[in-house]
């Protein structure tokens, strides 16, 4: 069964400072990986996924096989940053869709 | 915002009562999903559907029922046998392109069910 962790709850960080949000998994294909993020008051949405490799608000997010990781990552946060955070897992499974989230990690920003 | 909407935005039921939550898309995506967000437990799968007519129990799906008989709608019954069924109920839905892979998935606002 794939599992997905996030060890953090809460993060604060200072504005301007660097945040790494971390994100382990647990399956044994092949992974699909995601970052969803919810905003105060507004839809959970798409942050970013590894197969894109692009970055999102300055976010990125690499995938590494090897310590079965997928961290979310930016060298400056902003205030707007503050917002919840979810990793998650997609996975195939007898031709259905299937994902599964984190518990997220809140991301709070100071000014 | 349009696409994905979820009815009623607050529901208050008695114990011992169903009730059913409403999802709708108009984005024409085949798949739809329903979870369940509690504080401290993220999101944790209730039920899947890839097509019409056929839907998959997810990891929680323990006292609840589904049904997909159109391709823009999944209603969610929350049955009196749930335990604990107070939470915010999110629906989402995503394409399904050839089954190659998982692809992003789209929220609606939820719906916030209280049990009393």
């Known amino acids: 069964a794939q599992r997905v962790t996030q060890p953090e709850k809460l993060l604060s960080v200072f504005k301007g400072a660097p945040v790494e949000l971390k994100c382990n998994y647990s399956?044994?294909?092949?992974?699909?990986l995601f970052w969803y993020v919810q905003y105060s008051r507004q839809r959970l949405q798409l942050l970013l996924r590894?197969?894109s490799r692009e970055s999102i608000k300055g976010f990125t997010a690499d995938l590494n096989k090897g310590e079965t990781s997928f961290h979310l990552k930016k060298p400056f946060a902003q205030e707007e940053d503050s917002a919840m955070y979810y990793c998650a897992l997609g996975v195939l499974s007898g031709g259905y869709q299937k994902v599964t989230f984190g518990i997220g990690t809140k991301l709070q920003v100071i000014p | 915002d349009g696409g994905i909407t979820q009815s009623p935005k607050y529901l208050f039921r008695k114990e011992g009562q169903n009730v059913t939550l409403s999802c709708e898309q108009n984005l024409n995506h085949d798949a739809m999903y329903w979870y369940r967000q509690d504080p401290g437990q993220g999101l944790r799968l209730i039920y899947y559907s890839q097509i019409v007519n056929d839907f998959q129990k997810g990891d929680i799906a323990e006292g609840y029922s589904v049904s997909r008989e159109k391709k823009e709608s999944f209603p969610l019954t929350v049955t009196s046998a749930q335990k604990n069924p107070t939470a915010f109920y999110l629906c989402a839905s995503s394409i399904t392109v050839g089954g190659s892979g998982t692809y992003e998935q789209y929220f609606g606002p939820g719906t916030r069910l209280t049990v009393t």
């Open positions: 590894h197969i």
């Open positions: 399956y044994s294909g092949s992974p699909e």
